[in-house]
């Protein structure tokens, strides 16, 4: 009796975190304001997507980028060819992915790459260009072991680029869906306060290139692209995105609640749990 209770007790604690019906990739249920955006790709046709946040974003699919079928139980996704395709947010709201130094947000994203890939770069998420304007990406790259990486740059020569510490390429790789997540905790230079999360689990941070760490302002007034840098000419995706979330600017996500949305995104927690 007192494991289920308990059990119960994790459930709506968990859920209470979440604050709303969350991740619905049949109907792109809305989901709390704690969140800038939540795009589930649940149209399956035509040239524009719209996320299931308070915000009411919409995105542009362009040069190409394809519908196609996402992981079970999840409608539809997005597959991107590694030469140009990118899908690009609506530049009116740019605002609401800019922070300072001292933020805190996070992004999470379903993603499936296939095995063998001969490109080593994939973006999923960025508000930058190749204009040496400040700007980020989160991305999967870097190096063959380290898979997962961010880059930040103020625009005023401070920059920091980190990568995951535990990550293999075999574990993206393998045609499987899987749920990547960074989670930013206010300060550039500390490993501890960047985690690398997949599949719910925090696989930790390392600095890879963090030269005092940028120190200023990350805005601009570039559109959030998936699958490239904003108007193109990055390190393009090769695979599928499911689905793309950024909690709000200094929303403090916690560990528990990374753990639970993951297992809701990739089906192992039910989208009707309370």
Not at 18 to 26: F, K, L, M, N, P
Not at 116 to 121: E, K, N, V
Not at 190 to 206: H, I, K, M, P
Request: aromatic share 10%.
């Amino acid at each position: 009796m007192m494991s289920i209770l308990r059990a119960c007790l994790f459930v709506f604690l968990c859920t209470q975190l979440v604050r709303a019906e969350v991740i619905d990739g049949s109907t792109g249920t809305p989901i709390s304001n704690n969140w800038n955006m939540v795009f589930n790709f649940i149209e399956g046709a035509g040239t524009v997507t719209v996320d299931s946040s308070s915000n009411s974003l919409t995105a542009d699919l362009v040069n190409g980028t394809a519908w196609v079928s996402g992981m079970t139980g999840r409608s539809k996704a997005l597959f991107f060819d590694d030469l140009n395709d990118q899908v690009n947010v609506n530049v009116g709201q740019e605002g609401l992915f800019d922070y300072v130094k001292t933020s805190t947000f996070t992004i999470l994203a379903l993603v499936r790459h296939t095995a063998g890939l001969t490109s080593d770069q994939w973006i999923y998420v960025a508000k930058i260009n190749t204009g040496g304007n400040p700007g980020w990406w989160f991305m999967a790259g870097q190096d063959s072991t380290k898979r997962l990486s961010v880059f930040m740059y103020d625009g005023a020569g401070g920059y920091c680029n980190t990568t995951s510490a535990n990550i293999a390429a075999a574990e993206l790789q393998d045609g499987n869906w899987h749920v990547v997540g960074f989670v930013y905790r206010g300060n550039f230079g500390s490993a501890t306060l960047r985690e690398y999360w997949l599949d719910g689990v925090n696989r930790g941070s390392s600095i890879a290139d963090c030269p005092g760490g940028a120190s200023g302002t990350i805005a601009n007034n570039l559109h959030v692209s998936f699958g490239d840098m904003s108007g193109g000419a990055g390190t393009n995706m090769d695979g599928e995105i499911g689905l793309v979330m950024m909690s709000r600017i200094d929303y403090p996500i916690t560990g528990e609640e990374i753990k639970f949305l993951s297992n809701r995104i990739l089906g192992r927690v039910s989208n009707g749990a309370r």
